[in-house]
T-cell receptor, first 114, second 112 residues
Framework: DTAVSQTPKYLVTQMGNDKSIKCEQN?????MYWYKQDSKKFLKIMFS???????INETVPNRFSPKSPDKAHLNLHINSLELGDSAVYFC?????????????FGSGTRLTVV | QQQVKQSPQSLIVQKGGISIINCAYENTAFDYFPWYQQFPGKGPALLIAIRPDVSEKKEGRFTISFNKSAKQFSLHIMDSQPGDSATYFC???????????FGKGTRLSVIA
């Protein structure tokens, strides 16, 4: 039973398109995150949600819009995709908004914009 | 501004050797320092973590050494095995809802 699942695993799309990535966790965690991992493996926080409410919104273009319908789901919608958006996007969750019990990451969504 | 600086970028170690990865931080509000391990095609997974009230933590072959005054911490992998070949990330965060900030990663290759 996958703890944090992301769909799709791979996404290839053309510039200018709009796409969504879905994330679900079955751990009962309160906080969920989106991280972007670039081609050099650098992991950068994009958004943090605690119990459906946006907590952190790092410097991310407003073409990226997260949506959390409930605390088990955090989706990422991207408008007007650009070449520079190509990366691996990871969803993660943690209990009670703290890192002390560890983040659980999904397996990632590799987005390629052509 | 990179909050956690990690080195080296890549590391090749002989099987049975010791792998050492170093990290440094600036923010004195950080109070939790984990290491994550990532295999190709997978998400990072928590390996071991330390709080600043101790100088060392050991779990099996993995040890974190922490130097609060120098604002540095390191991961030591004893008796390195080919199965340890992965990318390792140090990370840090403070209290409350601040998310983890990660170092840039170290790609470890353990060769037989």
């Amino acid at each position: 039973d996958t703890a944090v699942s992301q769909t799709p695993k791979y996404l290839v799309t053309q510039m200018g398109n709009d796409k969504s990535i879905k994330c679900e966790q079955n751990l009962g965690h309160d906080t969920m995150y989106w991280y972007k991992q670039d081609s050099k493996k650098f992991l950068k926080i994009m958004f943090s949600y605690n119990n459906k409410e946006l907590i952190i919104n790092e410097t991310v273009p407003n073409r990226f819009s997260p949506k959390s319908p409930d605390k088990a789901h955090l989706n990422l919608h991207i408008n007007s995709l650009e070449l520079g958006d190509s990366a691996v996007y990871f969803c993660a969750s943690s209990p009670r908004g703290t890192a002390w019990e560890g983040y659980t990451f999904g397996s990632g969504t590799r987005l390629t914009v052509v | 501004q990179q909050q956690v600086k990690q080195s080296p970028q890549s590391l090749i170690v002989q099987k049975g050797g010791i792998s050492i990865i170093n990290c440094a931080y600036e923010n004195t509000a950080f109070d939790y320092f984990p290491w994550y391990q990532q295999f190709p095609g997978k998400g990072p997974a928590l390996l071991i973590a330390i709080r600043p009230d101790v100088s060392e933590k050991k779990e099996g072959r993995f040890t974190i050494s922490f130097n609060k005054s120098a604002k540095q911490f390191s991961l030591h992998i004893m008796d390195s095995q080919p199965g340890d070949s992965a990318t390792y990330f140090c990370a840090a965060n403070g209290s409350g809802n601040t998310p983890l900030v990660f170092g840039k990663g170290t790609r470890l290759s353990v060769i037989a």
